[in-house]
């Protein structure tokens, strides 16, 4: 496997933990409270926390953030651009690993600058495909 590839699987795995780290905060899964609305349909959440508000939004901007990654990661390694590209995928991965606890701590514009950080990052992914 390519290093571009072991990139995609790292950010598939830092987004499963963050998704899981969205809706264990949110809801307060380590009480016997949270574990009932874990595992229901989720139609009735109580009001999250001020951490748990933003697990949640650091999830889904983890996500969001992915789908980019992702496109641009496959897509230079079918063209065969993949050597090119990992510089990128690193820059963007590593600053997304610093920026959930960033987020979670709630260090705003500290927070901000390192999300900018990773779209440097797909921002090279991309040069190396044009």
Known sequence: MTRLLDFVVYMTLLTWISIMLGAALRNREWTLEGMKVGLSNRDHLP??????GRAERAAANTKENFILFAALALTAQLAGLGEQAT????????????????YLLGITYVRSAIWGVGIVGLGMMLLALL
Do not use: D, Q
């Open 87 to 102: 510089a990128g995928a690193a820059v963007f991965f590593w600053a997304r690993v610093v920026y959930l606890p960033v």
């Open 47 to 52: 009001e999250a926390t001020a951490l748990g």
